[in-house]
């Protein structure tokens, strides 16, 4: 159940754009696409996106996810302050179980 | 609304037992899967385990089979992680999920002597 991989960290400007990457391989992330969330500190994850670009209601249109082979990407534009938090991306694998990436840390400078 | 209530974490002692429940409210709970999903402090998160909406179907992380037993009880909208045999390394904060729509606040679990 090896986990997917994600940047420790990126850092952008405020009002700038953001693509936070999650490599997997052809049994999770190239099959099933992945699930993103976000998780600001001390609280729980929310979803951002799941199966690659389908955004649950609520969720503003600057996030969006897309998919290229094993590698799935969130793309967070006009950055806002309140975009500073960690990201994980997640996906079900053909061993029968779910695997998340080890998240990103995104700062808005 | 959607609510999910987790409870029964704590402070057990290694080779220890815990029982964890997690309440749902707003939502037709028989109709989900649901998952436990734990963060140790300071670490990202790590899926521990999953069932089908009528309990027939479940799955386990490598690191918890054996040991955890996840359950669910449709009739009472609730879902529970039983956990035996308790290493340092299950301390976590432990989430129940709806899918990965809906997350409760979580309930401490502390590992230690």
């Known amino acids: 159940q090896a986990g997917l991989t994600q940047p420790p960290s990126v850092s952008k400007g405020l009002r700038q754009t953001a693509t936070l990457t999650c490599t997997g391989n052809s049994n999770n992330v190239g099959n099933q696409g992945a699930a993103w969330l976000q998780q600001h500190q001390g609280h729980p994850p929310k979803l951002l996106s799941y199966?690659?670009?389908n955004r649950p209601s609520g969720i503003s249109e600057r996030f969006s996810a897309s998919r290229s082979g094993n590698t799935a990407s969130l793309t967070i534009t006009g950055l806002q302050p309140e975009d500073e938090a960690d990201y994980y991306c997640s996906a079900w694998d053909s061993s029968l179980s779910v695997v998340f990436g080890g998240g990103t840390k995104l700062t808005v400078l | 609304q959607v609510q999910l209530v987790e409870s029964g974490g704590g402070l057990v002692k290694p080779g220890g037992s815990l029982r964890l429940s997690c309440a749902a409210s707003g939502f037709t709970f028989s109709d989900y899967y649901m998952s436990w999903i734990r963060q140790a402090p300071g670490k990202g998160l790590e899926w521990v385990s999953y069932i089908s909406s009528s309990g027939s179907t479940i799955y386990y992380a490598d690191s918890v089979k054996g040991r955890f037993t996840i359950s669910r009880d449709n009739a009472k909208n609730s879902l529970y992680l039983q956990m035996n045999s308790l290493r340092a390394e299950d301390t976590a904060v432990y989430y129940c999920?709806?899918?990965?729509?809906?997350w409760g606040q979580g309930t401490l679990v502390t590992v230690s002597s």
């Open positions: 199966r690659n670009n």
């Open positions: 999920a709806r899918n990965l729509d809906y």
